[in-house]
């Protein structure tokens, strides 16, 4: 598992976003601003704990879809530079 720390906070509005990042992702998680005043610092990092394997999960899935579909590409690749006999109005092949 990656281990994610957090490399900004920012604040807009009524909205808090924390930024996380590891060696090879980021990405920001928004929270009411009101919320994590009230957070302690184990509520907040059990919060971060669930939006990092969320993020983790989701990672996992675009991952394997990349993979389906590379194994689909593949599986009809042979079908590139076929020839396709095609007949004209008076019967000829071409």
């Known amino acids: 598992m990656s281990d994610y720390e957090i490399n900004e906070v920012r604040v807009e509005g009524d909205t808090a976003w924390i930024i996380l990042r590891c060696e090879n992702d980021g990405f ?5 601003y009101s919320q994590l005043q009230e957070m ?3 509520e907040l990092e059990a919060f971060l704990q669930l939006k990092v394997q969320e993020r983790l999960q989701l990672l996992s899935e ?7 579909d590379k194994t689909k590409r593949d599986s009809v690749k042979h079908l590139i530079g076929k020839k396709i006999k095609i007949k004209n109005n008076g019967g ?3």
């Open 62 to 68: 675009i991952e394997k879809k990349k993979q389906e």
């Open 92 to 94: 000829e092949t071409k």
């Open 40 to 42: 302690t610092d184990k």
């Open 28 to 32: 920001a998680v928004s929270i009411p």
